[in-house]
């Protein structure tokens, strides 16, 4: 039998994941139009696919699951911590490796660590499907993005650092 509360759940993760898609697409023509430039382009597909895979998990194996309320908190602080990563890039947040030849945002989370949308990320692969109980599905994609982040970062660092 269906589980209500998780189907609403995971609806709003997948609503949210489409908004942050239109939200990066737009931000990136943006910054594209500045003369910024993609770097990394070629993993790309391979994040969306692991990301499409972490939802379809979601759904598959956790339509019926009880939401656990302790780990929907844990969400929920996650969310506030989105809210702030995303007002302090404003139109420079992208899903994509886009360097802009202006000096890096140092303002909210950026001013304590270098990397704090990839630490949401890490954080939101474990927790939203622990919020369904789902240990197996937290723990294999954690592994799986930590090998992508491991990719990214680094592609991400050495652009940064001036190499292409």
Same mark, same amino acid.
């Given at each position: 039998?269906?589980? /209500?509360? *998780? !189907? @609403?759940?995971? #609806? ?5 994941? +489409?908004?942050? $898609? ?32 972490? /939802?379809? *998990? !979601? @759904?598959?194996? #956790? ?5 656990? +309320?302790?780990? $929907? ?46 630490? +949401? ?44």
């Amino acid at each position: 039998m269906a589980s /209500i509360p *998780a !189907l @609403l759940f995971i #609806g709003f993760v997948i609503l949210q994941r +489409l908004g942050e $898609l239109w939200l990066a697409r737009r931000n990136t023509a943006r910054l594209m139009a500045r003369g910024a430039r993609e770097v990394g382009a070629e993993h790309y597909p391979l994040i969306v696919a692991l990301h499409a895979s972490w /939802i379809a *998990a !979601l @759904l598959i194996f #956790g339509w019926q699951a009880e939401v656990s +309320l302790v780990w $929907l908190a844990v969400y929920a602080v996650l969310q506030a911590f989105r809210v702030w990563i995303l007002a302090s890039l404003g139109a420079r947040w992208t899903t994509r490796i886009i360097i802009l030849d202006e000096p890096l945002v140092r303002r909210g989370p950026y001013k304590f660590v270098s990397h704090p949308n990839y630490m +949401l990320v890490v954080a939101e692969i474990f927790v939203t499907p622990m919020v369904l109980g789902l240990i197996w599905v937290a723990v294999l994609f954690t592994v799986l993005n930590g090998a992508m982040l491991a990719l990214r970062i680094s592609k991400e660092s050495a652009a940064l650092a001036g190499g292409r």
